[in-house]
């Protein structure tokens, strides 16, 4: 069985086999030839006798990333997972449940199965989502707000003097405007996760995942389990169903 976790930024994927979720791959999407990268690592595979797939990115990418599965294997049977109001003892917060992301869904059902509850998510990746389920598996709701590098980009293109900040610098007050941005926008994500966690009344497990997790938990100095694979874990969880 093949897992596939299409985000705004990248396709990540992993093989399972025996019921073993195998090694995180990763395809950075946004200006790459898809079709001949993914084409290439698939062709490395033995033939899966099935998929499961979980999209927030385009539509076009999703069909995309179909239709070469197709091409490799003609015959494969390909399942799209979408948002649930319940599974794996999570209830999901929205009143419509399908409007939640499905990756902050799967991400919700895999930290529930597999960590101490009450259990915090932070996905840190195109955005940057946080959400909380307690005890009892109730999601409790979320917020979101741009990921590092959405915010990086933000003020290059809103402003004429800014460039976006690639590099690191020390934290603290700056006095160079690329320390400057650097500091502000990775305060602007502590902020972030604090009154996140500061919405519940007792500690929680902060988990964090997305291509950004290691850098922001190193950076920010954070208590936390870091899972890669949290979103793969949950496909996985309810692709067994
Ligand atoms: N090799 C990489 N290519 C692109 N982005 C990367 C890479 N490594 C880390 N990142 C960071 O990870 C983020 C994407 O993380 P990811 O969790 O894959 O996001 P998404 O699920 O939105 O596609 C990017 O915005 C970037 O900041
Ligand atoms: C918030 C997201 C854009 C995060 O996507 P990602 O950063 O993983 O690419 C995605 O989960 C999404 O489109 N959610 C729908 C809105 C919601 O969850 O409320």
Redesign the pocket.
Known sequence: MILI?I????I?WAEQQAGNLGKMH?L?YLNANIDLLLGAAWQQLSKPESIYLAC??AQRIKQQVMYIAYQLWPDIIIQEITTQKYAHGVRNAYPDYTRLGV?RWLSMVAAYHYYTRPVCIV?????LTLDIIDELGQHLGGMIMP????LQQALSKGTANLNSCSEQYPRGLANDTQAAIYNGNLNAIKGFIEQGLAQYKNPVQLIL????AEFLADSLKLVAIIDARLVLKGLSLVAKE
């Open positions: 976790d985000g705004n930024t990248r990540k990763a950075a927030v990115g990756d996905s840190c990746g195109s955005a990921g590092l590098n959405l995942t997305g291509g950004d």
